[in-house]
């Protein structure tokens, strides 16, 4: 739980995010709570998916954005979470059965684009109503059009709540991308002229594809021993 301080000359500052999401039953809030303990001081991927798992009905938008109020309440820095990131090993029957997966479900599958535009607006109503220390990631994006349809398809989500009553200057809450495919390291520079706040590099998933290596030969661990 000390400070994260290499131990080479004067030392060198790291603050230390925790990843979340995996909790074993635990909510978002319980796991954040837990943070002291470790020595996080905040969260650099709270992964949204498991929301959705093991469960009958979709969690409404007032419910998220409850579970994201909670959290944040008791986060010690910024909590950044990611958007719902489909994949085979992270499913769920409430995503449908469609074949797209990470950023194509979020922008570009009928049931994925709905319940991403639930999820902004969730994540933009708790930022609204106080939670400050919430920004968002978008998984998997590949293209600079990926980026720039998920920055537009943002924006649509804070214009309708503006229409809705809630101040623009209320809904400024960062909005940025994971750095996981050999697209998205190609395109940085463009990722980092748009991204607000913190950008994510998800090692594990770019290790992955740029090595070509399936997920089920990852869960081999056929990764962990190139690395």
Known sequence: ???????????????????????????????????????AEGVGLGRTEFLYMDRKELPS????????????????????????????????????????????????????KSLFRVQLRAALRAYALGSKNIGLFVPMISSTVDIQDSINFFNSIKEELAVEGIERKRLDMDFSFMIETPGAVDNCDFILKKAEGFINIGVNDLGRLTLRISREEDGEGKLAILQ
Not at 19 to 25: D, T
Request: hydrophobic share 35%; with cysteine.
């Open 61 to 112: 938008e007032a419910e998220l954005a409850q579970e994201y109020s909670r959290a944040a309440g008791i986060c010690p820095g910024k909590m950044y979470i990611r958007a719902i990131d489909r994949q085979p090993d992270k499913n769920s029957p409430l995503f449908g059965a469609t074949d797209n997966f990470g950023i194509d479900f979020l922008l570009y599958d009928e049931i994925g």
């Open 1 to 39: 739980t000390e400070p994260a301080v290499t131990d080479q000359g004067q030392g060198v500052y790291i603050k230390v995010l925790a990843n979340i999401g995996r909790g074993g039953g635990l909510s978002l809030d319980e796991q954040v709570s837990l943070l002291p303990t470790t020595g």
